[in-house]
C-alpha cells in the first residue's frame, strides 16, 4: 500500500505565497515522476508542475516564473513553492506519483494520488 498526504493549502491574498508539500509512504519501491495538478469546479484536473528524473521539470504556461517544483527523494516528498498568486491559481491541488512498488518492482509503474488540497486566493 502506497499512501500520499497532502499539507500546506489555504486562503492567501493575491501576491502572496504558500507552500505544498506530499510525502508518499509504504512500500515504495522506485518514483518513476512527482506532480502538481490542479481542479477548478466542474472542470477537469490540469497538470500544474512535474519533476522526472533527476530535475527536469515542466510547468503549465500561467505558472511559469511563479511556481516551483522541487524533491526531497530520502523523504519521498514533492513540494510546491508559490509565488505571486493569483484569484485564478483558486482550486484543488492534488499531487500525483508515478512509481513502482516492492510487490512488483520492475513491473508497470502506477499512479497514485494525494487527497487533494484547497488553495484559495482572495483578498
Known amino acids: 500500500q502506497v499512501q500520499l498526504v497532502e499539507s500546506g493549502g489555504g486562503l492567501v491574498q493575491p501576491g502572496g505565497s504558500l507552500r505544498l508539500s506530499c510525502a508518499a509512504s509504504g512500500s515504495i519501491f522506485s518514483i518513476k515522476s512527482m506532480a502538481w495538478y490542479r481542479q477548478h469546479p466542474g472542470k477537469e484536473r490540469d497538470l500544474v508542475a512535474a519533476?522526472?528524473?533527476?530535475?527536469?521539470?515542466n510547468y503549465l504556461d500561467s505558472v511559469k516564473g511563479r511556481f516551483t517544483i522541487s524533491r526531497d527523494n530520502a523523504k519521498n516528498t514533492v513540494y510546491l513553492q508559490m509565488n505571486s498568486l493569483k484569484p485564478e491559481d483558486t482550486a484543488v491541488y492534488y499531487c500525483?506519483?508515478?512509481?513502482?512498488?516492492?510487490?512488483?518492482?520492475?513491473?508497470?509503474?502506477?499512479?497514485?494520488w494525494g487527497q487533494g488540497t484547497q488553495v484559495t486566493v482572495s483578498s
Open positions: 500525483n506519483f508515478v512509481l513502482t512498488t516492492d510487490r512488483d518492482p520492475y513491473g508497470v509503474s502506477r499512479n497514485y
Open positions: 519533476i522526472i528524473t533527476g530535475s527536469n521539470t
